[in-house]
T-cell receptor, first 116, second 111 residues
Framework: DTGVSQNPRHKITKRGQNVTFRCDPISEHNRLYWYRQTLGQGPEFLTYFQNEAQLEKSRLLSDRFSAERPKGSFSTLEIQRTEQGDSAMYLC??????????????FGQGTRLTVV | DAKTTQPNSMESNEEEPVHLPCNHSTISGTDYIHWYRQLPSQGPEYVIHGLTSNVNNRMASLAIAEDRKSSTLILHRATLRDAAVYYCSLGKGGATNKLIFGTGTLLAVQP
């Protein structure tokens, strides 16, 4: 499978615990995005990487959230001291971006986080 | 950020055309119009996108109003597999090309 891969698919954690999600993008894609989706809503942008550089973060991304993309390959999203409001589907997407155009994004199947 | 507005739900019969509308009246000049669809427990799947001109691909057609404040996704012959939530989203111009999604239209296809 050469698509975007996310692990784990499901995560249940107790409030206050830390969790980390992993995203493996399509190998040649230089752009990587994290989105969050709650029930009945469209995905909301969280952060964006171009290669290894994190170039934009949404104000939705509180200090408890951190994302990395070492070496411009896979990415991790960590949530510290989880709260019940963090329960959502976390989606990763990648695309091949150049100077022009607005390429389509390829999404993974997401990680569903439940904070109890 | 500019937002999109879509009907909450629509219904179609199998093998008939479907026109899914979207309003994006605050779109900026560098924003692209993207459509994605999502099945339960899956990530969104790309359908089509465009900037100013109408676009066709193997999945659908995209009709963009001349003033770009609205667009319509056209499925030429709906199948049962087309039942999904369809999101009209704006691809921001500039460096990030991040997507701004609306709340989507749930399309039901009746046999």
């Amino acid at each position: 499978d050469t698509g975007v891969s996310q692990n784990p698919r499901h995560k249940i954690t107790k409030r206050g615990q830390n969790v980390t999600f992993r995203c493996d993008p399509i190998s040649e894609h230089n752009r990587l995005y994290w989105y969050r989706q709650t029930l009945g809503q469209g995905p909301e942008f969280l952060t964006y990487f171009q290669n290894e550089a994190q170039l934009e973060k949404s104000r939705l991304l509180s200090d408890r959230f951190s994302a990395e993309r070492p070496k411009g390959s896979f990415s991790t999203l960590e949530i510290q001291r989880t709260e019940q409001g963090d329960s959502a589907m976390y989606l990763c997407a990648s695309s091949l971006g150049g100077l022009w155009g607005n390429p389509e994004a390829f999404f993974g199947q997401g990680t569903r986080l439940t904070v109890v | 950020d500019a937002k999109t507005t879509q009907p909450n739900s629509m219904e179609s019969n199998e093998e008939e055309p479907v026109h899914l509308p979207c309003n994006h009246s605050t779109i900026s000049g560098t924003d692209y119009i993207h459509w994605y669809r999502q099945l339960p427990s899956q990530g969104p799947e790309y359908v089509i996108h465009g900037l100013t001109s109408n676009v066709n691909n193997r999945m659908a057609s995209l009709a963009i109003a001349e003033d770009r404040k609205s667009s319509t996704l056209i499925l030429h012959r709906a199948t049962l597999r087309d039942a999904a939530v369809y999101y009209c989203s704006l691809g921001k111009g500039g460096a990030t090309n991040k997507l701004i999604f609306g709340t989507g239209t749930l399309l039901a296809v009746q046999p």
